[in-house]
């Protein structure tokens, strides 16, 4: 049972949340624990899709999003993220198994996806005390300089998820995957 009591329903959740967790439902189908979770602090909850949303209009695509946040919530060795990540990267992005598998342990199939995964991992793992050789790493596999910044702003913005249901332990509402050894 989570250790911060989750609204069982969208009409349970402070009035400010409920458009927000409306929306949510519209695109998701469902209202999943995480964003019910945020909507005890309305503030909160808009401000983490007020960036996803901003990050979802960026130069990543879906695919390499996706991969950034199983890399990380390995990292920090989030379960929620993990599951919600493995089903999302299944039938949202399209990845496959042995792809989403390669993500977790920091690396890719896909050679340019690997370098914005190995220096996700390593702003995880440093908190953004990267050298310049990982920059210029990056870079060299063809990610320009915006696409650096929103690779780092998808490492924040998943380690802000990862923490919140590691300190709340969020009750997984998606097929359960647990974090292994972390990359």
Not at 13 to 27: C, G, H
Not at 40 to 50: D, F, K, R, T
Not at 124 to 132: D, K, L, N, Y
């Amino acid at each position: 049972m989570s250790r911060i009591a989750i609204p069982a329903s969208i009409e349970a959740a402070p009035s400010a949340s409920q458009p927000l967790l409306n929306a949510v439902k519209q695109q998701l189908g469902v209202a999943p624990n995480l964003f019910r979770l945020m909507a005890v602090s309305p503030q909160s909850l808009e401000g983490h899709l007020g960036l996803f949303g901003a990050l979802s209009k960026g130069k990543l695509s879906v695919q390499t999003r996706n991969r950034i946040a199983l890399a990380v919530a390995e990292v920090n060795g989030c379960d929620y993220c993990l599951s919600a990540h493995s089903y999302l990267g299944e039938t949202l992005a399209k990845l496959s198994a042995s792809e989403m598998e390669a993500n977790r342990q920091g690396r890719s199939t896909d050679p340019k996806a690997e370098a914005a995964i190995i220096f996700a991992v390593k702003v995880a793992r440093e908190r953004g005390s990267v050298t310049q050789d990982d920059v210029e790493a990056v870079r060299a596999a063809g990610y320009d300089d915006a696409q650096i910044i929103e690779i780092v702003l998808h490492v924040a913005l998943n380690t802000w998820t990862n923490y919140i249901n590691k300190v709340a332990d969020t009750d997984i509402d998606f097929p359960i995957v647990r974090a292994g050894k972390a990359v």
